[in-house]
């Protein structure tokens, strides 16, 4: 399902970032393997990496998902968990003699896409995501979960550098529907007054 989310991710870049940018950079998933950008990434590069996954506790219902079968017969389903996949969004350019120049105008770009989409347009949806409902929200450019990026890209052995946080939120649905009876019939009883 996050695969398949990073794939929406890539579809939704490569039909809306201006076509000289996509011909020109690479659009990657890896996370660190003690340095960053990931060697294995083609230069330049605009990265999500995928550093937080977490039940969305906001969005949480207890309502129950009631679907009317034949024969007089229901299923009933839990509803889906939704959950908030935060990535960190970093550009990487090639030797060039200005490589922040061009990593910003990379995240520039990226950013333009992606505050245009407060919800990621269905008729891009990949694989599981297809047919999601409700559909997934975006939070682009909100405070992140990471307690520090200094000391994050500390950790990481490298220099600080301008990046955007992007949090998408999916459903997850770990449940099996159940089937029950149709309820037809109501029994109602009266209790007599006994006070006149």
């Given at each position: ?159 600080p550098r301008a990046a955007l946080s992007y949090t998408v939120t999916i459903s997850v649905d770990p449940y099996e529907a159940e089937q029950a009876p149709v309820v037809l019939e109501r029994e109602l009883r009266l209790k ?5």
């Open positions: 399902m996050i695969d398949d989310l990073d794939k929406t991710i890539e579809t939704l870049l490569k039909r809306e970032l201006p076509p000289s940018l996509v011909s020109q950079v690479t659009i990657s998933f890896a996370a660190p393997d003690g340095q960053f950008p990931p060697q294995s990434v083609t230069l330049p590069a605009v990265n999500f990496f995928l550093y937080d996954v977490r039940e969305n506790r906001d969005l949480r219902t207890n309502e129950w998902v009631v679907e009317r079968q034949g024969m007089g017969a229901v299923t009933r389903k839990r509803a889906p968990v939704r959950v908030d996949c935060a990535y960190l969004i970093t550009a990487w350019s090639s030797s060039t003699p200005n490589p922040s120049q061009d990593e910003h105008r990379v995240l520039g770009e990226v950013m333009r896409v992606l505050l245009r989409h407060p919800t990621i347009p269905a008729p891009l949806l990949q694989g599981s995501l297809r047919g999601q409902e409700p559909s997934l929200p975006t939070s682009s450019l909100q405070a992140n979960n990471l307690q520090s990026l200094g000391e994050f890209w500390q950790a990481l052995g490298g220099k007599p007054d006994t006070e006149q």
